[in-house]
């Protein structure tokens, strides 16, 4: 994938969000993710708001195709709450947003903070009527002495409107922070993941849900492992995972009970035994996991690397490839500035040939299936790209440049040294086209949509 001069075929397609000099703690965006077509690609940040762009219908004219998104609709989702009975404040941030598979005009999608989801409508609105016989057209009401006589109202063409609007809420179910939400392959039901519990929620329905998993112990002083991720099966719609701090994955089946306490299949690879330290339990939590399209396979994310698992083989992953082991020197650091316990999101190509997650340093790697099957992954499957507003690497069409980590001293050129990582410059959430190689990746307040030119 890389070619002369460390270039590869992926370049760069557009950047969106303020400079750095003007970023704000709510500009941060906080989770990023496509519609079922790719036509519209969702942001949410730690202000509350949901920020929709929609694909240029030129790009996709030109050839070849070009992946360019336009401002479509911004809507404050969440504002901040508190709640009196826990002296807590509940953030506006939101954490997840997940599409409704499209069935009219309108769209639909799920967003959802820490304690509450919220099912939004998206529609537009290009026609107006005119001609009423009880306001005025300014909207005021008129005077019913003044209406002399009876019209037939028209409808006329106007601006484009975009309107978001709460179709329903689902509160106060959870005790937890929610860090999952997942659509149902039915599109009438959805689950909702905390630390403890998961929960199954009816979309028609917002004053109860069925709690399917509970992992709290009775006394809270044996708690050993908590809920990371949770997702349904793509064509399954009796089947779910989800993945725990103790780096286990649980594949659950509401067939065989209304409380799915007891698992069908238990993902958990066995550890090296002269490999432990008193990070392994911190670097094994599961921090993503995500179900391949096929629905075959399943990835898993961790703090140094992803896991692919056949979901008919649950002794260990069929595929493992390192994103930073470079860092795995540098654990203590991490641990005493918090970024060991960082969360990093995984996501498949559309095709589920490829992978892609984050990084530090605006770093974000793609690892071609197949290159990680062996210890020694292949050079040429993996890459590893850097999302940057450089003004060199933010023109149209330029292609990237394949980055490498020297973990030692002795570093070549092209390479930069692990002691010179910004840790600050976290990749945590990135998107792919469902259908195209179109990827979207959030850096702190910026969304970079980078496309293989191919």
């Known amino acids: 994938m890389a070619g002369n001069g460390g270039e590869t075929t992926w370049c760069f397609s557009q950047v969106k969000g303020t400079l750095e000099d003007d970023v704000t703690e709510a500009d941060l965006i906080s989770c990023v993710e496509f519609n079922h077509d790719g036509e519209l690609l969702a942001t949410g940040d730690k202000g509350g708001r949901v920020v929709i762009f929609q694909r240029d219908p030129a790009s996709k004219q030109c050839v070849p195709k070009k992946g360019e998104y336009n401002v479509y609709s911004t809507f404050q989702s969440h504002e901040p709450e508190f709640d ?7 953030e506006e941030k939101i954490n997840k947003i997940r599409w409704l598979k499209r069935k009219n005009q309108a769209h639909f999608l799920l967003s959802t903070n820490d304690k509450t989801i919220k099912l939004w409508k998206v529609s537009e609105r290009d026609k107006r009527v005119t001609g009423y016989n009880t306001r005025e057209e300014g909207g005021r009401p008129r005077d019913p002495a003044r209406v002399t006589s009876l019209r037939v109202p028209t409808v006329r063409p106007a601006d484009l409107m975009v309107e978001a609007s709460p179709r329903r809420i689902f509160a106060n179910a959870h005790t937890y922070h929610i860090n999952s939400i997942s659509l149902n ?20 329905i917002t004053d ?10 009775a006394n809270m002083e044996e ?4 809920i990371t991720a949770a ?4 064509t399954e719609c009796n089947l779910f995972v989800y993945s725990s701090s103790k780096g286990t994955i649980r594949l659950c089946d509401m067939r065989a009970a209304a409380l799915c306490d007891r698992h069908a299949k238990l993902f958990e690879e066995e550890e090296d035994p002269h490999a432990r330290s008193f990070f392994s339990e911190i ?3 599961i921090s993503d996991v995500k179900l391949s399209n096929s629905g075959r396979y399943m990835m898993s994310r961790d703090y140094l690397g992803l896991k692919v698992w056949d979901l008919r083989m649950e002794t260990k992953p069929v595929e493992t490839y390192p994103v930073h082991e470079y860092l795995r020197s540098k654990l203590c650091s991490l641990y005493e500035n918090d970024c060991i316990f960082d969360k990093f999101e995984c996501c498949w190509s559309g095709d589920d040939q490829r992978l892609m997650t984050g990084s530090y340093n605006g770093f974000f790697r793609i690892f071609e299936r197949g290159c990680g099957a062996g210890a020694a992954s292949a050079r040429r499957g993996e890459l590893t790209l850097e999302a940057s507003r450089d003004a060199a690497a933010t023109r149209p069409r330029q292609p990237l440049r394949a980055r490498r980590v020297a973990a030692t001293a002795k570093r070549k050129k092209d390479e930069i040294s692990v002691d010179c990582l910004d840790f600050n410059k976290k990749i945590l959430h990135t998107a792919w086209h469902p259908h195209e190689s179109i990827i979207a990746v959030a850096a702190t307040n910026n969304l970079f949509i980078f496309q293989d030119k191919f």
Do not use: G, M
């Open 84 to 90: 009196y009975l826990k002296s807590l404040e509940i």
């Open 231 to 234: 997702e349904f099966h793509p």
């Open 185 to 204: 392959s039915d599109q009438e039901t959805y689950l909702s993941a905390d630390d403890l519990r998961i929960n199954l929620w009816h979309l028609e």
């Open 283 to 285: 670097i094994s939590s």
């Open 223 to 226: 708690l050993t492992e908590v």
């Open 208 to 217: 109860q849900s069925f709690n399917i998993v509970d992992i709290k112990p």
